[in-house]
């Protein structure tokens, strides 16, 4: 089955800098890839998703990029905030399949 | 909307007692799918449902039941409570009949005793 590896388990940023979390996915069938933000006390939020048919995608301050080839994809944060402080979570899944696999998490902490 | 609705928020059980979690949703979603959240371990797919009456097994199913009788509720079901597991559920659904673009609940923190 589907396993997917995150890096890193924590990352510390000073406000304004970047953030990057990547993972690593080991079916090659899986094309949907989603990234979820997860606050203290709260359930999982998507955040932002990709498909195998593109590499990019952008939301303002948040882009994923995905290497099919590689098996990799990427959660690119730019400009953080305190508010971007949480757990995210990257997870895989097949195209018309219906089990999502999740990573183990990146705690990202944010200094102001 | 209310979304996804979990209760109870906590629950305290005894080894070998049993109890439901419930989930319902307003958004007439056909997906909804039951994670449990450990430490360092990230989230896992307990049970799923496509729509009504269809239900199917995720990686972690063993020692929980689910059954879906309308669209809204998914309730699961601790047949006989273990420590192992002691843990975050979430329950979550989707429009279409797949895992993309979920919405999650709150959750429901168990501790078993």
């Known amino acids: 089955g589907e396993n997917v590896e995150q890096h890193p388990s924590t990352l510390s940023v000073q406000e304004g800098d970047s953030a990057v979390i990547k993972c690593t996915y080991s079916?090659?069938?899986?094309?949907?890839f989603p990234w979820y933000k997860q606050e203290l006390g709260k359930g999982p939020q998507l955040i932002i998703d990709?498909?195998?048919?593109?590499g990019e995608k952008k939301d303002q301050r948040i882009a994923v990029t995905l290497n099919k080839t590689a098996k990799h994809f990427s959660l690119h944060i730019t400009e953080t905030q305190p508010e971007d402080s949480a757990v995210y979570f990257c997870a895989a899944s097949m195209e018309y399949g219906n089990k999502l696999v999740f990573g183990a998490g990146t705690i990202l902490r944010v200094k102001s | 909307n209310a979304g996804v609705t979990q209760t109870p928020k906590f629950q305290v059980l005894k080894t070998g007692q049993s109890m439901t979690l419930q989930c319902a949703q307003d958004?007439?979603?056909?997906?909804m799918s039951w994670y449990r959240q450990d430490p360092g371990m990230g989230l896992r797919l307990i049970h799923y449902?496509?729509?009504?009456?269809?239900?199917d097994q995720g990686e972690v199913p063993n020692g929980y039941n689910v059954s879906r009788s309308t669209t809204e509720d998914f309730p699961l079901r601790l047949l006989s409570a273990a420590p192992s597991q002691t843990s975050v559920y979430f329950c979550?659904?989707?429009?279409?009949?797949?895992?993309?673009?979920?919405?999650f609940g709150p959750g429901t923190r168990l501790l078993v005793l």
């Open positions: 079916d090659s069938a899986s094309n949907y």
């Open positions: 990709i498909r195998s048919n593109v």
């Open positions: 449902s496509v729509g009504a009456g269809i239900t």
């Open positions: 958004m007439n979603h056909e997906y």
């Open positions: 979550a659904s989707s429009l279409d009949r797949g895992p993309e673009t979920q919405y």
